[in-house]
């Protein structure tokens, strides 16, 4: 037998599926007992199943790189799913739901009454200096007063088990096809596991997903017309923009595809003729988004749809502008945004965060920087950061120097252990550290995946996820005990 449970180390830290005496957590006992019964041939087979159901989906992500270019490599996958009782997700959701409302309130404020500057919960000076700010949406409120319809916040437990919000995502966050053809993939591998655990679903995201665009169409008609507009081709996520397109049964368009109309209307180009469009759910930063407005070099966006936007005749998701609470500077103030607006204590935690435009803080993250996190404000994908403990002293120095030049563009926090799941290196499980990305759709309804993007760093003592920089996915099953 290949996998010994017994010899699996998880000393010092939380792992998702195993206890610190090397038991099963309740809810994956099921999952353990199977897989210590499998022999080497069988783990073999099994992971073999797995990599030819990604290859025959087309499962694949793009990387750039200065020799090749771009390139399309298949998606990397660990069969080992990871665990949570859904106990827990039920109090985890409800964190989600709450963060989620009340940054959606915190963006429709800042572009109106700034109430939250006037009552000295946040510094204006941050918002003078916010990058993703734009002053082309002030006076305006998008219907509901929701500016971040899909969200995707990034979880992670540390070596005691507590849950933390790592960051939210609140422009264009990716990641939900790679959940949805995990699970399928999964399916096909232990169609067995499913009939025996009750294990919560996640394929009605498109149907969600659809139903939360289709009703915010500026007209009443049964069937609007929905598409997803993405820059092409060549964009890392094109595989998920065209997969969400086909799941929905939307159009996949690019900016030359619409054009804005006399009447401030968008219409997609057809064979037919122009066609009107009623939601874009557009997977292009704001920058590229329309050409009058913003980067007038842009091809990637459709000169006048914020005019059409403006006007009420086209929805937009999400909203132009949202990414203002996209900043890891404004992430240091969630837990206050939450009780200014919701007048509630935060259900889920920040990770502590040091905020470098403060004075104060600023020297204390100069000071002990070699054991610190160090993130810009406005990057994504783990890029433009400094990991403290896993870096030398010529990096610390010339991230000190970074943070004194720009001290606005950078946080700071401690390093925290992350939690493990077992993942199969040839035929034995190792511990590798992971985090969680679910996905939190704002409409009428506020809905959260029962579950999420799981991404796992596939390196040995690694914390790095991002499949971009070597890391890896599974499955992610939020196990009803109580209903098994």
């Known amino acids: 037998m290949a996998i010994r449970w017994g010899s699996y180390k998880v000393a010092n830290l939380h792992d998702e599926l195993l206890r610190a005496s090397g038991k099963p957590r309740p809810y994956a006992q099921d999952l353990c007992d199977y897989l210590r019964d499998l022999s080497d041939a069988e783990i073999i087979e099994y992971k073999a199943a797995a990599d030819s159901a990604i290859q025959v989906m087309g499962i694949t992500f793009r990387v750039y790189n200065d020799e090749e270019g771009s390139i399309d490599r298949a998606w990397p996958f660990d069969i080992i799913p990871r665990l949570i009782d859904k106990k827990e997700w039920n109090d985890i959701e409800i964190g989600l739901k709450q963060r989620v409302k009340a940054l959606n309130m915190f963006i429709d404020d800042l572009y109106n009454g700034q109430n939250i500057i006037k009552d000295g919960v946040f510094p204006a000076d941050l918002l003078d200096k916010s990058k993703n700010f734009l002053e082309e949406c002030k006076g305006f409120s998008p219907p509901l007063g929701v500016w ?73 008609i049964p069937e609007p017309e929905i598409v997803v507009l993405t820059p092409g081709t060549y964009n890392s996520a094109y595989f998920e923009h065209a997969y969400l397109a086909q799941q929905m049964g939307a159009e996949l368009v690019e900016g030359p595809d619409l054009v804005v109309g006399e009447d401030d209307c968008v219409y997609m180009r057809t064979i037919n003729g122009l066609s009107r469009v009623d939601v874009v759910y557009r997977r292009i930063d704001d920058w590229f988004l329309d050409p009058e407005v913003f980067n007038p070099e842009s091809t990637l966006g459709v000169p006048g749809i914020m005019r059409a936007w403006k006007a009420g005749n086209v929805a937009l998701a999400n909203a132009p ?16 945004i939450i009780k200014y607006y919701l007048n509630e204590e935060p259900i889920l935690q920040n990770v502590p965060t040091y905020k470098c435009v403060n004075e104060d803080e600023r020297a204390y993250v100069l000071e002990n920087i070699a054991s610190m996190v160090v993130k810009p404000a406005n990057e994504s994908g783990g890029y433009g950061m400094l990991i403290g403990p896993h870096s030398n002293a010529k990096e610390h120095d010339k991230f000190r120097k970074l943070i004194q030049e720009d001290p606005r563009n950078y946080v700071a926090q401690p390093m925290l ?20 990305r679910p996905f939190i759709l704002s409409g009428k309804d506020v809905k959260v995946t029962t579950g999420g993007l799981t991404r796992v760093a596939m390196i040995r003592g690694s914390t790095v996820v991002n499949s971009s920089q070597g890391g890896g996915s599974k499955d992610t099953w939020i196990v009803d005990m109580e209903g098994s």
């Open 148 to 220: 971040a319809h899909i969200c995707g916040s990034d979880l992670v437990r540390d070596n005691k088990g507590t849950v933390y919000v790592l960051e939210d995502n609140l422009r264009v966050p990716s990641g939900v096809s790679y959940m949805l053809e995990n699970r399928q993939v999964m399916k096909r591998v232990f169609p067995e596991m499913f009939e025996k655990l009750n294990i919560m679903p996640v394929d009605d995201y498109p149907s969600d997903l659809y139903d939360m665009l289709a009703a915010m169409s500026p007209r009443d």
């Open 321 to 336: 502008g949202s990414g203002v609470a996209d900043d890891k500077v404004v992430y240091a103030f969630v837990p206050d």
């Open 417 to 436: 252990i992350l939690s493990t799941a077992p993942v199969m290196v040839d035929t034995k499980v190792e511990p590798r550290h992971l985090d969680l």
